[in-house]
Every structure is written in structure tokens, then in C-alpha cells.
């Protein structure tokens, strides 16, 4: 893989989403058969791409996510949610946020230049992930731990997959941050999703259309 991409990935945006998640889960969260959840379809009109995600998911303009967040976090929370999204949205590329108000489960995308990675390029990414997860992670109250990383190709679409788990000793809560890159046709994306559980969102990532 190119240093100069992975550089600008990882360097740029692999910050964990705030600990905006709530103790108590319900709907898709609390399913156990992820591939039977109830998914609305979304368009991502300026890339053609179409994604699934639960029903309780809502897509947010800039400006309603900041009053979202601000709404529903303390001072340091809002300011480390706004500092990824500033960070994301300085990528090449269109990004799109989504927030479950219900479980406090945030979905990002973003589109970016294509790169057909490899098993070993994967390898070399989770490496540097785990490295910049921990480098910016600035508070000594919160830990974090790398739980999977994987990758795997199916007809012509390239999936690496990592999950961290992060933990604040401070005010004891846990959430986790699930980390995509995804490469097909002409199109690559970066998706991140921060839940209060581990979640298997393989089956409904599944469902992306990049036609």
C-alpha cells in the first residue's frame, strides 16, 4: 500500500468517537442474529453508493450533529466528537454521519481514493491503527484494547475489519469502536461505528452497493 495514503489515514482520522453511548440497549443492539435486523436503505447521493443501516439510525447535516452531541455529552465529550468530525471532514472525499438517538450509537462514512488493499496492506494497517488509536487517546483515564482485526475478499470487494475497546476507569463505562475500510469497482470507504457493546455489524455492512 502507499505510505503517503496510509500516512493521511492514520495520522488524520483514526480518532475514537466520544463515549456518547448509553448503558442500556434495546432494538438492533440487543439482537442476537444480526443478519435479521430491520435495515433502512440510504443513499449517499454525491457517490452513488447505497448503505443499510438498523431503522433507529437518522442521517445528520453538520450542524444538527454539533447540537445533537452538545446536547447529550459534557464540555470534554463534545469537544473530542467534534475534533474527529473536523479531522474527518478535512479528508478527500464526502463524508456522511449517522446517529442512533435512541442507543447513542454513532455511524460515520467516508469516501475517499480508491486503493485495492491487500491481506498484507491489512496487516500493515492494523499495526499502525492500534498505534495511532492509543496516540490519540489523550486522557490517562481511558484504556484502550485492540479485540480483532481482520481481512477478507469476496467478488471484487476488499473488507478489513478491527474492533478496539475502550474503557474509562474514571467513571467506569466501556464502549467500542469498530473500524472498515472497504474497497470495490472504483470506490474506497472508511466507516467507523462507536456502540456500547460489541456488535457484529458484518451482515449489515454486507449490504453496501457501491453500483
Not at 444480526?34 to 457517490?47: C, F, G, K, R, Y
Not at 494497517?125 to 480483532?148: R, Y
Not at 467478488?155 to 478496539?164: C, Q, W
Request: aromatic fraction near 14%.
Amino acid at each position: 500500500m502507499k505510505k503517503p495514503f496510509l500516512y493521511i489515514i492514520l495520522c488524520s482520522i483514526i480518532l475514537s468517537s466520544c463515549n456518547l453511548v448509553n448503558e442500556e440497549i434495546t432494538g438492533w443492539m440487543n439482537s442476537d442474529k444480526p443478519s435479521e435486523i430491520a435495515t433502512t436503505t440510504h443513499v449517499l447521493e454525491d457517490d452513488g453508493i447505497k448503505i443499510s443501516l438498523p431503522t433507529e439510525f437518522e442521517r445528520y447535516s453538520l450542524y444538527d450533529y454539533q447540537r445533537m452531541v452538545d446536547s447529550v455529552s459534557t464540555k470534554d465529550q463534545y469537544n473530542a466528537e467534534v475534533l474527529r468530525i473536523e479531522k474527518l471532514m478535512e479528508m478527500d472525499g464526502n463524508l456522511y454521519m449517522y446517529f442512533d438517538p435512541i442507543n447513542r450509537a454513532s455511524y460515520t462514512i467516508n469516501t475517499m481514493e480508491y486503493y485495492a488493499f491487500t491481506r498484507e496492506d491489512a496487516s500493515f494497517m492494523l499495526g499502525n491503527l492500534s498505534e495511532s488509536f492509543k496516540k490519540n487517546n489523550k486522557s490517562k483515564d481511558i484504556t484502550v484494547e485492540k479485540v480483532t482485526g481482520k481481512y477478507y475478499a469476496s467478488e471484487g470487494r476488499r473488507t478489513f475489519k478491527a474492533i478496539y475497546k475502550m474503557e474509562n476507569k474514571k467513571d467506569k463505562s466501556t464502549w467500542y469502536s469498530t473500524v472498515y475500510f472497504i474497497s470495490e469497482i472504483d470506490k474506497t470507504v472508511y466507516v467507523q461505528l462507536s456502540t456500547s457493546f460489541m456488535i457484529n455489524f458484518d451482515p449489515i455492512v454486507a449490504k453496501m452497493v457501491f453500483r
